[in-house]
């Protein structure tokens, strides 16, 4: 009797098919019941995958909120238009805008630090980034001496790498842990580990905790800007994870940190649940620090709003990415309890804001000064001053503290775009009212940790 030849892999290939883990099983069942031809073809036509979705021709038509108003300007401006042109080839976006505190952050094609990226039934971890939900909240202490605030504050909160140690942790609700549970990308011991000992700490960069003098009222106010922290940076791990398992299969073209995860897949939707949780753990970081400064000093507060800024909204099948926006429209905050904060930097006022959406601001506003030059270029713009003349030069009269004492001159106000320019642009461009403004008294930042890293202090 004639033996009958294998169905192999390559015969797989040959039909036109990807090879992938399937392979195994298909062979095996093939091969065990000795399908031949159309019978092969037939069960194959299970496997065959859609074919792959392009880039759109030409970029998607995205709002410029943005102009330079200087040579230092120039590039940068140039700079975000070409990446965001880049980005609106990405097969699920319908809509963009850009802000005026927009600058480059990442290779050409990549979302820039206030631009909004609008796709349909899709979610982009890379177009909210690691810090996802960073936000700002304000308190408002009454006639409270603001110097009272901001040691009490500074007592109280924690700057710079990991979380906090057994002792000085907040309590995690129950709550809270039976929502990472319920979510199998946030229930693993090193997610939930993350959200107990990060709960009340503000990370380093740009996150800060400002107080200040309200121009209206006269009031005492303290504003936290921060983020998820290690809880938000391991979710976009996975988010990202997921998104090029997706991308490889449904458009190979797209850049792999513009990837999406389809919002109608059992992963997007666990995916949306786990940004949800992950907002409400962030909410609760703030208000932690804030209830127990207002507790150290022993008095109740007046009036209390809260904002993100980085974070994926929806709007029927739309999701807006805003990577350092501030929403202005209330149907993409349905907890929202006052109008919107938008801080600029130490030395300058924070700005409470309201708006509402227009065809070129989709619902936005800026989130910040942003800035014109990396973080490198600004320490090499500082000549020969030292760190601490640079430091009297721009912080005179204000109260300015880093948590690490070890001064980041990054952070100084010059480091970031003018402060005045930006404030011009949202009028011109009708990115929101200033309603009221906090005045600065004084700040805290991480400031310069690494110095005194304990990994530095064992190489020395």
């Known amino acids: 009797m004639e033996q009958k030849l294998q169905f192999t892999g390559a015969d797989i290939i040959q039909l036109g098919f990807r090879q992938g883990a399937w392979f195994k099983e298909a062979l095996a069942y093939i091969n065990d019941n000795q399908l031949e031809n159309e019978e092969i073809e037939a069960y194959l036509e299970q496997f065959k995958l859609p074919d792959p979705i392009e880039l759109h021709a030409q970029e998607i038509t995205f709002h410029q909120n943005i102009k330079a108003e200087n040579e230092l300007e120039e590039k940068n401006?140039?700079?975000?238009?070409?990446?965001m042109k880049t980005?609106?080839?990405?097969?699920?976006l319908v809509n963009g805008v850009i802000m005026p505190d927009a600058c480059p952050t990442g290779p050409d094609g990549t979302i820039p630090v206030g631009g909004v990226a609008v796709a349909k039934n899709a979610i982009h971890p890379g177009m909210h980034s690691a810090?996802?939900?960073?936000?700002?909240?304000?308190?408002?202490?009454?006639?409270?001496?603001?110097?009272?605030?901001?040691?009490?504050?500074?007592a109280i909160t924690h700057f710079g790498g990991g979380g906090r140690s057994r002792e000085t942790q907040f309590r995690f609700p129950a709550e809270m842990l039976e929502a990472f549970q319920s979510n199998y990308l946030l229930n693993d011991e090193k997610m939930i580990s993350a959200a107990r000992s990060h709960l009340g700490t503000q990370g380093d960069g740009n996150h800060f905790l400002f107080v200040g003098i309200s121009k209206n009222t006269g009031n005492t106010m303290m504003v936290t800007h921060h983020g998820s922290r290690g809880v938000g940076a391991n979710l976009y791990r996975k988010g990202m994870h997921l998104a090029e398992k997706f991308r490889k299969t449904l458009s190979p073209e797209t850049l792999p940190q513009n990837a999406w995860i389809p919002f109608d897949t059992k992963e997007g939707q666990v995916y949306w649940e786990a940004l949800q949780i992950i907002r409400s753990w962030t909410k609760l970081n703030h208000e932690c620090l804030h209830d127990a400064t207002l507790e150290k000093l022993g008095i109740e507060k007046e009036n209390r709003y809260w904002n993100e800024h980085n974070f994926v909204f929806k709007e029927?099948?739309?999701?807006?990415?805003?990577?350092?926006?501030?929403?202005?429209d209330p149907k993409f905050m349905p907890d929202s309890t006052g109008p919107r904060l938008i801080p600029l930097n130490m030395a300058e006022s924070v700005l409470i804001v309201e708006g509402a959406t227009t065809e070129t601001n989709l619902g936005f506003a800026p989130h910040g000064a942003?800035?014109?030059?990396?973080?490198?270029?600004?320490?090499?713009?500082?000549g020969e001053k030292t760190i601490q003349e640079v430091f009297e030069e721009e912080t005179q009269g204000l109260d300015i503290r880093f948590f690490s004492n070890e001064i980041d001159i990054t952070e100084l106000p010059s480091a970031y775009k003018n402060a005045a320019s930006v404030r011009n642009q949202m009028e011109e461009f009708g990115l929101g009212t200033v309603i009221d403004e906090v005045l600065p008294y004084g700040c805290i930042m991480a400031g310069n940790w690494e110095v005194n890293a304990p990994w530095k202090k064992r190489r020395r």
């Open 370 to 382: 942003g800035r014109n030059i990396s973080r490198t270029q600004h320490r090499k713009s500082k």
């Open 87 to 92: 980005l609106m080839r990405t097969p699920t």
């Open 316 to 328: 029927g099948d739309l999701f807006y990415h805003a990577k350092g926006a501030t929403p202005l």
């Open 131 to 154: 810090d996802i939900c960073c936000s700002v909240m304000l308190t408002d202490f009454g006639k409270t001496n603001p110097k009272e605030v901001l040691d009490a504050a500074h």
């Open 77 to 83: 401006v140039t700079d975000v238009v070409q990446t």
